[in-house]
C-alpha cells in the first residue's frame, strides 16, 4: 500500500515550457486535491476532484489543467510555465464519504523551479 | 471567506517544555479542523482531526481543543522532544465543502 505517490521529485522549466505533474493513490479515495505551497506560506488549492470525471477550481486555478480520468490518477498540467509556478506542488486525496471525519493523505510533493 | 491564522509563526523551546500552538478562523461554520505535521522537504502528516461537535481530541503526548463559537482551536504537545522539530498546520473544512483552507504553520524547533 504506497498511498499517495506523486511524480517527478524535481523539476526544471523553462518559462514557456509545459509539464504534467503525475498523481496516483491506491486507497480507492473518491476525492483527490492539487495544492501549491510557496516558501513559509500555507497550502493552497489549485483543482480537486470528487471522482472520476468530475473537477472544479479550487483558490489559484489560472495556469493549471486538471483530468481525472480513472479513481486513481489525478494529473495537473502546467500549459505555459511561468516563474510565478515556482512552488511545492502537493496531491493529496480523502475517501470523502463524511467532510467530518474525512482525513486528507498527502504525497511528498514536487518542487517545481521555472526559470 | 475563510481565513486561517497561525500564531506564533516561529517558536524554539527547550526540550521538556510544554507549549501550546494556536490556529484560528474566521469563519465558524466548520465541518472539521486538522492539525498537520510537516518536516522539510516533505509531505503532510496529519495528527489529530476534530469534527465540529466535538471539544478535543487526544493522541499521545498531543491533545488538540476546537472552540468553534470563538474560531479558535489550540495544539498542546506535552513534554517536547527534539524529534518534535517540524512545522505544524492547521486546516479548516467549511460546511458545504471539502475543500480544507490551511494556515500559514508554526514551525517548532525543539532544543536538545
Known amino acids: 500500500n504506497a498511498g499517495v505517490t506523486q511524480t517527478p521529485k524535481f523539476r526544471i522549466l523553462k518559462i514557456g515550457q509545459s509539464m504534467t505533474l503525475q498523481c496516483t493513490q491506491d486507497?480507492?479515495?473518491?476525492?483527490m486535491y492539487w495544492y501549491r505551497q510557496d516558501p513559509g506560506m500555507g497550502l493552497k488549492l489549485i483543482y480537486y476532484?470528487?471522482?472520476?470525471?468530475?473537477?472544479d477550481k479550487g483558490e489559484v486555478p489560472n495556469g493549471y489543467n486538471v483530468s481525472r480520468s480513472t479513481t486513481e490518477d489525478f494529473p495537473l498540467r502546467l500549459e505555459l510555465a511561468a516563474p510565478s509556478q515556482t512552488s511545492v506542488y502537493f496531491c493529496?486525496?480523502?475517501?470523502?464519504?463524511?467532510?467530518?471525519?474525512?482525513?486528507?493523505?498527502f504525497g511528498p510533493g514536487t518542487r517545481l523551479t521555472v526559470l | 471567506k475563510q481565513e486561517v491564522t497561525q500564531i506564533p509563526a516561529a517558536l524554539s523551546v527547550p526540550e521538556g517544555e510544554n507549549l501550546v500552538l494556536n490556529c484560528s478562523f474566521t469563519d465558524s461554520a466548520i465541518y472539521n479542523l486538522q492539525w498537520f505535521r510537516q518536516d522539510p522537504g516533505k509531505g503532510l502528516t496529519s495528527l489529530l482531526l476534530i469534527q465540529s461537535s466535538q471539544r478535543e481530541q487526544t493522541s499521545g503526548r498531543l491533545n488538540a481543543s476546537l472552540d468553534k463559537s470563538s474560531g479558535r482551536s489550540t495544539l498542546y504537545i506535552a513534554a517536547s522532544q527534539p524529534g518534535d522539530s517540524a512545522t505544524y498546520l492547521c486546516?479548516?473544512?467549511?460546511?458545504?465543502?471539502?475543500?480544507?483552507?490551511f494556515g500559514t504553520g508554526t514551525r517548532l524547533k525543539v532544543l536538545a
Open positions: 476532484s470528487v471522482g472520476a470525471g468530475i473537477t
Open positions: 493529496a486525496s480523502s475517501y470523502g464519504q463524511r467532510p467530518s471525519t474525512d482525513t486528507q493523505y
Open positions: 486546516a479548516v473544512t467549511t460546511s458545504g465543502t471539502y475543500k480544507y483552507i
Open positions: 486507497m480507492n479515495h473518491n476525492y
